[in-house]
């Protein structure tokens, strides 16, 4: 199975403070994904990634940008962080293996933004 | 509209009863993925059925592409089943992206 990986598991932030998480995952998969998981609003995807250099926008990119630096990692970064972004953050990557694009999890990380 | 809808949203079983849980999607279709997720933790994979019936224990996933559903069969539940089970629809446009349901609550009792 996948194995990803984030840090921290938890983080708390100040309002207008510089959040970064990271994301590791050691299967050579060329996608990887940054969703959040809000009560009453299911998993959104904020941004997505083909392979190391690229980044795409998901479903609410706004206030976050990612950095995928290499093909094992991958990073979400909050420049002015808001209260409105605390929530439960996961990773996710996949393989993208002719046409099959399924996705293994990290453990996630808890963001309060006080 | 909503693209991929999950049901029930909540199910309460004593354990030892079987649980079919629904994903109804309205686009097309290159995969379905299953999913578990404890409460506060992550979500692991249960399958990746793009067409037909797959199988791990005591779990039978079954996706019907013309019928455009998947489902996810448990049988003889136990408590240690509880948790969230979440379907996500790989669709064809090529993006790499999911698209999830809201998800079934399920409840084992003992």
């Known amino acids: 199975e996948a194995a990803v990986t984030q840090s921290p598991r938890n983080k708390v932030a100040v309002t207008g403070g510089k959040v970064t998480l990271s994301c590791n995952q050691t299967n050579n998969h060329n996608n990887m994904y940054w969703y959040r998981q809000d009560t009453g609003h299911g998993l959104r995807l904020i941004h997505y990634?083909?392979?190391?250099?690229?980044?795409e926008k998901g479903d609410i990119p706004d206030g976050y940008k990612a950095s995928r630096p290499s093909q094992e990692n991958f990073s979400l970064i909050l420049e002015l962080a808001t209260p409105s972004q605390t929530s439960v953050y996961f990773c996710a990557s996949g393989g993208g293996t002719g046409t099959s694009y399924e996705q293994y999890f990290g453990p996630g990380t808890r963001l309060t933004v006080l | 509209g909503q693209q991929v809808q999950q049901s029930p949203a909540s199910l309460v079983l004593q354990e030892g009863e079987n649980a079919e849980l629904q994903c109804n999607f309205s686009t097309s279709l290159n995969s379905m993925q299953w999913f578990y997720q404890r409460p506060g933790g992550s979500l692991v994979s249960l399958f990746y059925?793009?067409?037909g019936t797959k199988h791990s224990g005591r779990l039978t996933s079954t996706t019907v592409i013309k019928e455009r559903r998947s489902s996810l069969h448990i049988s003889s539940s136990q408590t240690t089943d509880s948790g969230t089970y979440l379907c996500a629809l790989d669709d064809q446009g090529g993006s790499a992206k999911l698209i999830f349901g809201e998800g079934t609550k399920l409840t084992v009792s003992s």
């Open positions: 059925n793009p067409s």
């Open positions: 990634s083909y392979g190391a250099g690229s980044t």
